[in-house]
């Protein structure tokens, strides 16, 4: 069974961090491209992070305040998120991807307000 489970999202203050992680089952991690995807409020999908073989990517928007990271051990990739700002609300989707094979996991709230 091929599976995503994403955790850690939540209400937290403008300046604050958070931890997001995807926990996958029935394949492997590090043989995928891992993605971050966000669906903001009265906004199109926005591809925020990417982590694969060759190294790792951001968007403009949350270059030096989102780290992707993952452990292949434990087959999860985690987004680590700081100094967030309240245009970073919005759900948060994990997307694993090789070849033609595409996966998607539930998503997670993540809001900041104050």
């Known amino acids: 069974q091929v599976q995503l489970v994403e955790s850690g999202g939540g209400l937290v203050q403008p300046g604050g961090s958070l931890r997001l992680s995807c926990a996958a089952s029935?394949?492997?991690?590090?043989?995928?491209?891992m993605r971050w995807y966000r669906q903001a409020p009265g906004k199109d999908g926005e591809l925020v992070a990417g982590?694969?073989?060759?190294?790792?990517n951001y968007a403009d928007s949350v270059k030096g305040r989102f780290t992707n990271s993952r452990d292949d051990v434990k087959n999860t990739v985690y987004l680590q998120m700081n100094s967030l700002k309240p245009e970073d609300t919005g759900v948060y989707y994990c997307n694993a991807l090789f070849f033609r094979n595409q996966h998607w996991g539930q998503g997670t709230q993540v809001t900041v307000a104050s």
């Open positions: 982590i694969s073989s060759v190294g790792t």
């Open positions: 029935g394949f492997r991690v590090s043989a995928y491209v």
